[in-house]
């Protein structure tokens, strides 16, 4: 299982929002590549990241944050304001190694699907669930699709990875949804990375032990409990043995 630890970027910082909540918000770091540098001295080979006001605003808003972290070195997976194939194709030029789609999944699946074809493996969704239903716009509007559906409409159009958000749990600290990730895994072929909730070492312990039974569960992305030092990056990593993706 694969950890990618994350960095949430609005105004140029670090933060963290609870339940994905703008009024709900605290800053970690004014130096975003810093605390990418650091996830790297610690054995992370990716860094999930996040531009929150992207995703609010619909455009990328942080552009040369994300150029700092990119020459970081590590391998990054970027979501938020990803709403056009132009603006897609530029992030990729950034040295951006996986693109996350999120709003235009459930609102274009056809812009997802040439995506697919142009880009492949490059090409990441991401599905946000808010007691079940999909979230859109930064969390802030839900659709009439259930993340399940929505999840194997992407799996037939050939989405190689799945980032699976439960938003009850997001920033909480109060343990993932274990049994909606499963859920999530057993229903596609995709690759899933389970996001929200993650407190401590024994909840990625619980995650890794459902990807014995379902080997595509193959990532977790942990924010809040590294930022608040309830777990260390290298632990993460002896738990979860040799990192794939």
Known sequence: ???????????????????????????????????????????????????????????????????????????????GGQRSSQIVEETLSLGVARV??????????????????????????????????????????????????????????GVRTIIYTDIGTDGMLTGPNLSAQETMAECVKAQIIASGGVSCREDVVALAAIEKRRPNLSGVIVGKAIYEQRVTVPDLLKVCGPQAG
């Open 100 to 157: 996350v789609i999120g709003t235009k999944a459930a609102e274009d699946p056809g812009l997802v699907e040439s995506l697919v074809r142009e880009f492949g493996d490059q090409i990441a969704v991401g599905i946000d669930a808010k007691d079940g239903k999909v979230a859109v716009k930064g969390w802030v509007d839900t659709v009439d699709l259930s993340a399940t559906q929505l999840a194997q409409r992407m799996d037939e159009m």
């Open 1 to 79: 299982m694969t950890i990618y630890p994350a960095i949430d970027i609005k105004n140029g910082q670090a933060v963290r929002l609870l339940q994905g909540r703008a009024d709900q918000e605290t800053v970690y770091d004014s130096h975003p590549a810093a605390v990418a540098e650091r996830f790297r001295e610690q054995g992370s080979e990716w860094v999930h990241v996040v531009d929150l006001d992207g995703a609010f605003e619909g455009i990328p808003r942080n552009r040369e944050t994300i150029k700092s972290i990119v020459a970081v070195g590590m391998k990054v997976q970027l979501g």
